[in-house]
């Protein structure tokens, strides 16, 4: 029986060191790389709009003039109504905006109405 071994020099782990060895200018081109990358992925867009309605207030949430949200009735309650006053709308707005900038749910709930001293 005969056996033959590896006689080369080059492992592996030679040739992923040999290949992912960074010189300055790769060091360079993947940090621009990465500026480039969060500057696109960046939530800087966000902004928020108090809206007038036929019965109150609502809220616009909009990413660099796309409207994204577009809340023209108090969240989570039973009936269709419009927020009191534009303050309502922009302190409720404000947390959604809040959630979406922190990359959370933006969702609402009645605990948060109560909170934010909503009327409902």
């Given at each position: 029986m005969t056996m033959t071994t590896n006689t080369s020099t080059?492992?592996?782990r030679t040739n992923i060191r040999k290949n992912f060895s960074f010189d300055t200018t790769k060091k360079l081109l993947l940090l621009i790389g990465f500026l480039i990358f969060f500057s696109c992925n960046s939530k800087q867009g966000l902004s928020l709009e108090s809206?007038?309605?036929p019965t109150g207030w609502g809220y616009l949430i909009k990413n660099?003039?796309?409207?994204?949200?577009k809340q023209?009735?108090?969240?989570?309650?039973?009936?269709?109504k419009s927020f009191q006053s534009e303050e309502e709308?922009?302190?409720?707005?404000?947390?959604v905006l809040d959630k979406l900038k922190h990359q959370t749910s933006?969702?609402?709930?009645?605990?948060?109405?109560?909170?934010?001293?909503?009327?409902?």
């Open positions: 080059k492992f592996f809206i007038k309605t660099n003039d796309k409207i994204i949200i023209s009735i108090i969240p989570v309650i039973s009936t269709e709308a922009l302190k409720v707005g404000n947390l933006p969702t609402i709930t009645k605990k948060d109405l109560i909170l934010l001293s909503i009327k409902i």
